[in-house]
């Protein structure tokens, strides 16, 4: 894991502004992804992962939902994160894991030109021999969907429900409140006090478009699992949530390491959303991804 790394706390008590807001306070795991050199063991994105020696390294499932541009043949699927309960155990593990995988096909796929992701939730220590070095990307590959391997540094933050999740009317009131004098320092609530941008597991969704409710296969609603995002934050959103340890670095733009340390690029800038099914045990997974 890397140095810890501190989100500055809201301004102000937000639910006391907008007391429609009480009680929808949640906490999300900012992950804070740096380009390093994690092992096999940590937790990381883009890093090695803990794999079996036997099990055999998977390929895209759906080829033929590829972009028609990119190809269709299968390509072998790329590590993108690994999350261990001792880092995160926030995340809804299934009775007997403690290791959660993220790999994903690196070509876009329909009807969301996003990258085609799967999980794997796995017991490291039952894992046995490992296997040593995962397939070389292909070299069809989409570069922006390899990410660089990152260390992590997991952060406990508050967060309240993204602002295209709130009432009309509760929306309209915010934005009134922006412009009045009583905002003398140019709050914003879609971008400095709401959901937490960047990587992150839980809380509220950082929504770049309208959002999406998904169910599982069972008929359950899902809950956010994990967001991966292209871009930890942005000019304006680094007022609130650039880390305190990276402040004197914003002069005036963030630093690619900082603003776009994992060098993914999903869609224009946007994110993949993944959610997860808390009442089916085996904890499917869905997911989807928004561009600005």
Known sequence: MSMGLTTPSAPFDVAAVFPELAGQRRTTVRLHPRPGKPAITDSSMGGPLLWPADEAWPACPDP????????????????????????????????????????????????????????????AEEIGSLLIKAPE?????????????????????????????????????????????SNPDGWSYFSHLSA?????????????????????????????????????????????WAPVEDRPLLTPHAPPEVQNPTDLMIQDAGSLYMFVCLECPERPVDSLSQGS
């Open 137 to 181: 990307p292909d070299p069809d590959s989409d570069d922006s969907h390899l990410p660089t391997a990152c260390v992590l540094s997991p952060e406990r933050v508050e967060e309240y429900p993204d602002g295209w999740e709130l009432p009309p009317e509760l929306r309209a009131r915010i934005w009134a409140w922006e412009k009045d004098a």
């Open 64 to 123: 033929l939902s590829h972009d028609p541009s990119e190809g269709r043949d299968p390509l072998p699927l790329v590590p993108v994160m690994q999350l261990s309960a001792r880092d995160v155990p926030e995340l809804p593990f299934p009775d007997g894991t403690d290791t959660l995988q993220v790999l994903w096909c690196p070509l876009d796929h329909e009807p969301y030109f996003q990258p085609h992701a799967i999980v794997r939730w796995r017991k």
């Open 196 to 240: 937490a941008p960047g990587s992150k597991v839980g809380g509220w969704v950082d929504w770049i478009q309208d959002p999406v409710q998904f169910e599982c296969g069972r008929g359950h609603e899902m809950a956010h699992l994990l967001t991966i995002a292209s871009w930890e934050l942005d000019i304006e959103s680094s007022k609130r």
